[in-house]
């Protein structure tokens, strides 16, 4: 099994409206610099949140799928396609399939903390389509729960959410102790420490620290303390 571990300190960080927004990205652009590159279908990951409450102004996306979810707090949106701002909450997503172009703008009120990613699509595909917006409700994601632990599917085959093929996001959260994870073969994992701490072979993270994982057969992890971890699983078209 290959991992590596992408601390807090080591990962890009940034910020719009002046400050009042700030982000930390575990996966930056290639430009940007950082620890790791993109890697499979995943391109971006920020965190991004706002202690009184940013606007990220009008922009443009073309092309790509983007996931926007909601850690704490509450974010409007608003896009082209529709018109209109929306709200979302705690555990609610956002997918983007930006298509053809649209313009959009994010406003993180007070207290917001938030994921972005963004997903490597067939850009003269997804070039020939509308732009969709779709919102996701946390109340419409499945969960699994056993003794130790909780796990929501926020993007795959039990959730209404789709993204791109192969790829799975989840939330979980895990009671001190070790646990051996069900891996689709050929797979690779970006996991993000939400609060808590973690060990992943000889790798240690704790609270906002990042890995990227190549299991061999099967993945353990140890939470060496009470754990909420953001999973997200790849598994290549060519793969599959």
Sequence with gaps: MKVFHVPKKSQVTGQFDGGKIQERKPLAFPQEGGPIRP??????????????????????????????????GELEHYDTTSGAWKQLSE???????????????????????????????DVEKELE???????????????YEDDHMTSFTVIGSESPARLVPGVTMRRALFDKG??????????????????????????????????VIFPEESLV???????????????????Q
């Excluded at 690779?188 to 609270?207: H, L, R, W, Y």
């Excluded at 939470?223 to 997200?232: I, L, N, R, S």
């Design 129 to 143: 389509n509308d732009p969709v917006y779709s919102d996701y409700d946390a109340g419409q994601f499945p969960v």
């Design 178 to 211: 070790q646990y051996d994870l069900p891996i689709q073969d050929g797979a690779s994992i970006g996991m993000f420490v939400i609060d808590g701490a973690i060990k992943i072979g000889e790798s240690f993270g704790k609270k906002h620290d990042f890995f």
């Design 91 to 121: 555990g609610d997503l956002q997918v983007m399939h930006a298509g053809s172009g649209l313009m959009h703008a994010e406003k993180l009120l007070p207290g917001n903390r938030i994921f972005q990613l963004w997903f490597n699509v």
């Design 39 to 72: 890697w499979s279908q995943l391109i971006y990951w920020s965190h991004a949140w706002s202690e009184e409450g940013g606007l990220i102004d009008l922009h443009p996306h073309q092309a790509y799928c983007i996931a926007t979810y909601v850690l704490e």
């Design 221 to 239: 992890l140890e939470a060496t303390e009470d754990a909420d971890v953001f999973v997200v699983e790849l598994i290549q078209e060519d793969s």
